[in-house]
Each structure stands twice: as C-alpha cells, then as structure tokens.
C-alpha cells in the first residue's frame, strides 16, 4: 500500500527549509529591516507560509510606493514643462509686442491671426478689429493676385524665409487707403497640421525719400559741374571779344596816332597844334583803355572786395548793375562790425551778383530790393524784385536741360556756406530769402 506523507512529515519539512532558504537569500538585503527571519533546525509549516505571505504583502506595498513615485515624478515633469512653456511664450509675447518691425502672421489662407503694436501702428488699424480678416486688405488691389501667388509658392518650398520684393519696390495699403512703400520678409512655420506665414514689415518712405533727394542732387552736381565749365568757356570767349573789341581797337588807334606823329616829326614842317591834338586823342583812348581793363578785371573780382569789404563790393555791384540795366537798387545792408572771411564775403558777392543777373536777364522788374542783417548768430539776405515772379524762373532755365542754374548755383553756394535758401513770391515779383550761421561766415575754413 502507498504512504502519502503528512505535510507534518519529514519530506514536507525538507522542501519547506529548501524554499525558506531560497526566498531568504533573495530577499535578505532589501527586507533585513522589515523582517526578521528566525531559523532553526526546526521550522513549522505554519512558520514559513507566514514568511511567504509578509514577502507578498511587503512587495506588493512596495510596487505601490514605486507606482506612486513614478506619478509624482511625472506630474512634476509635466508641471516643469508646462511652466517653461509658458515662460517661452511669455518672452515670445513680450518680444513680439516690443519689436520695433511690425509683424503680422497669417495662416494658410491667408487670414491675419496675429498683429502686434508696430504693425497696427503702421497700418493705421485696430488688431482686434483685423484679426481673421484678409491680410489683402493692406496689400494693394494690383498687387494682390500676385502676392498672394508668392505666398503659395513660398509654402510649397522647403525654405524657412525669404526677402520680399528683392527686384522691386513692394507697397501696402493703410487703413485709410493710403499707399505707402514697403520692405518685407516672410517666414513659414508649422503648428501641428497648420502652417502659418510670419511678414515683417518695415516703411522705407523716409528712405526713399532720402535715396531720391540723393539721387537728385548727385544729378544737379553733375550738370552744375557741366555747366560750369560751358559758363567758364563762355567767360574766356567773353573776355577775348571785350579785349578784342575794347582793347585791340584802342591799342590799333594808339599805333595809328603814333604813326602820324612820327611822320609829322620827320617832316620840315612840324604842326604842333596838330602833334599836341593827336596827343589829347591818345591820353583818351588810354584812358578808355584802362577804364576796359578795370571793368573787365572788376567783373572777374572787384578790388574792393578785397580792399574795402563785402558791403562795399555790394554796393559797388548795385550801382553798376542800375546803370547797365536800368533797374534800381535799394538796399539795407546792416551788418554792423560783423567781419567775414574772405571765402564767405566772395561766396556771399557771387550770390548777390547771380541773383541780380537773373533779375536783369528774366524778371522784367523795376525795382529790386536788397536787405542784409545781422541778427544774434545769423545773417540774413533778402532780395526781392517788383518782376514776373515764378514765370521769370521758369523762364531762366536752360533749355538744353531744363534747369535752373543760376538758382541751382546760389543754391550750391548757400549749402557750402550751412545756410538754408527760400523761394516765394510775395503778392508780385520774386522773394529769395537766405539765412547763414554767422560763425560759418567768420570762419577761415569756409570756401567761396
């Protein structure tokens, strides 16, 4: 007959130490502080399925630890995320709103879902009031099938941005319907399964301003300079027909009238009333002579300017141009002790003698009008005639060119000088009013 052992038998108690020995070694390092194992070369069955059951329990609370360790971790690092997240936004937002460019983003349709302050200041709008709206409406109308296809285009590449309008001048629209020259950038992002465009813009009008008032004056520099030189080469044919004309026919008349007072001489019968005649002739023609030379020197330079002053020279100039012309010259020329250099006084001259001339040539005036003060640190001059007005300057520009260049010069020579030049027409005639920094005027450095 077969024996099943008891469980209180011996075989039982050898596979139970067998297990308690196992777990025990598995176990000792982490549960020395939890349990207390105690072995003897007896142990009931009651004893280790108690340990058994402990091991379980212990193990099973500690997985439930672990598990609520790893949710707090994970709650922290999810709340550590969110809060930079939030951070990068916060900073992104504050970057966005004090950005000196004014940026607009779009979505694929091309609605605006952003706008910052610079840009409603630009556009001359309300965000709030734009704000899923069509960017089209700032872009203008001919213009806007094309923009909108370069949108597309852009999307479809794999570029992060692009310079807009790098071949052209690009324009956009304020709310008020005014047009207004732009640069731009676009940029392309994505945000989940949307795609949203970034336009920064910037308004150049200021510079294309400048750049044209650049290009104007490079422009007036290089016909002033071409027309300076025809002036020069007009000047020299000038003073060779004065000298041919003035003095070739005065020193011809000398040479004649001492050919006939050395034939009078060498004959036997000398007439001197006649010899003294030819004489007096000739002290005439000399001194016409050198009246030519003085008049043709003066209007190179007059002396005076040099020897007597600005004012003085002015004065001069006055009363030469009344008597050529016809037209008189009144004049105020208060400028007290001021004394200016030599290269502002010959600037200052040239301006008046250029104005003068236009007014001789074109203004059909009677009456010119010339005031020059001092006044604290500026010096002003006016001058002003009783003539046509504008019609006379139009009048005086080239017809070569279309401009002006005697105006156009007193304009040059005002700006060398650091003054401002004005134009107007009081009621009848023409107004040019100047005003010059007086230390510029006292200054050895100034050119004329």
């Given at each position: 007959?077969n024996?099943v ?7 039982l108690?050898?596979?139970l130490?067998m297990?308690?020995?196992?777990m ?12 207390t ?6 142990v ?5 399925l ?12 500690e ?18 995320a969110?809060?930079?997240q939030t951070f990068?936004?916060?900073?992104l937002?504050a970057?966005i709103?004090?950005s000196?460019e004014?940026?607009v983003?779009?979505?694929a ?5 952003l ?11 309300d965000?709030?009031?734009?704000i899923g ?6 872009i ?6 094309a923009?909108?296809k370069?949108?597309?285009h ?5 570029g992060?941005?692009?310079r ?7 324009y956009?629209l304020r709310?008020?319907?005014?047009e ?24 150049i009008?200021?510079r294309?301003r ?11 520099l290089?016909?002033?300079s071409?027309?300076?030189?025809r002036?020069?080469e ?7 027909r004065?000298?041919?004309d003035?003095?070739g026919q005065?020193?011809?008349?000398l ?11 060498e004959?036997?019968?000398?007439d ?5 005649e ?19 020197a ?7 300017l040099?020897?007597?002053?600005l004012?003085?020279?002015i ?8 008597q050529r012309?016809?037209?008189?010259v009144?004049?105020?020329?208060e400028v ?5 250099s ?7 001259f ?5 104005a ?10 009677s009456l010119?009008?010339?005031a020059?003060r001092?006044?604290?640190e500026?010096?002003?001059?006016d001058?002003v005639d ?10 005086a ?7 002006n260049f005697g105006?156009l010069?007193?304009r040059?020579?005002?700006h060398m000088?650091g003054?401002?030049?004005s134009t ?5 005639g023409?107004n040019l009013s100047i ?6 005027l ?6 004329p």
């Amino acid at each position: 007959m077969n024996t099943v052992a008891s469980p209180t038998g011996q075989s039982l108690r050898t596979a139970l130490t067998m297990l308690a020995t196992f777990m025990a070694g598995v176990l000792a390092a982490s549960f020395t502080a939890c349990l207390t194992l105690r072995w003897t070369t007896t142990v009931a069955g009651a004893s280790v399925l108690a340990i058994l059951v402990a091991c379980i329990v212990w193990s099973h609370r500690e997985e439930r630890r672990n598990r609520l360790a790893r949710a707090r971790s994970h709650e922290n690092n999810l709340h550590g995320a969110t809060s930079i997240q939030t951070f990068d936004e916060a900073r992104l937002t504050a970057i966005i709103r004090s950005s000196r460019e004014a940026i607009v983003t779009i979505d694929a349709m091309q609605r605006i879902v952003l706008m910052n302050p610079m840009a409603e200041e630009l556009l001359g709008c309300d965000a709030a009031k734009v704000i899923g709206g069509p960017l089209s409406r700032f872009i203008p109308e001919r213009f806007r099938i094309a923009h909108a296809k370069h949108v597309e285009h852009f999307g479809a590449t794999s570029g992060s941005d692009r310079r807009m309008g790098s071949q052209r001048v690009l324009y956009a629209l304020r709310a008020d319907g005014r047009e207004f020259p732009i640069e731009a950038s676009i940029s392309q992002s994505q945000y989940g399964n949307e795609k949203l465009y970034t336009v920064m813009l910037r308004d150049i009008t200021g510079r294309m301003r400048a750049e044209e008032a650049l290009r104007q004056s490079r422009e007036d520099l290089r016909e002033l300079s071409a027309n300076l030189q025809r002036v020069r080469e007009e000047e020299k044919a000038h003073i060779a027909r004065e000298l041919h004309d003035d003095l070739g026919q005065s020193l011809t008349a000398l040479k004649m009238d001492l050919s006939v007072i050395g034939h009078a001489l060498e004959s036997e019968g000398i007439d001197n009333a006649y010899v003294h005649e030819r004489l007096q002739a000739m002290a005439r023609v000399i001194d016409a002579t050198v009246a030519s030379v003085r008049r043709i020197a003066a209007n190179q330079r007059p002396a005076m300017l040099d020897d007597l002053g600005l004012v003085a020279a002015i004065d001069w100039l006055a009363d030469d141009f009344s008597q050529r012309y016809g037209i008189r010259v009144a004049r105020r020329l208060e400028v007290g002790s001021a004394a200016f250099s030599h290269g502002a006084a010959t600037a200052i001259f040239r301006i008046v003698q250029e104005a003068l001339t236009n007014v001789a040539k074109h203004a059909q005036a009677s009456l010119v009008t010339l005031a020059m003060r001092v006044n604290g640190e500026h010096c002003t001059l006016d001058i002003v005639d009783d003539g046509r007005g504008l019609p006379a300057v139009e009048h005086a520009r080239d017809p070569r060119t279309g401009r002006n260049f005697g105006l156009l010069g007193i304009r040059e020579r005002v700006h060398m000088l650091g003054g401002t030049l004005s134009t107007g027409e009081p009621g009848h005639g023409f107004n040019l009013s100047i005003t010059f920094p007086l230390d510029a005027l006292q200054s050895e450095e100034t050119q004329p």
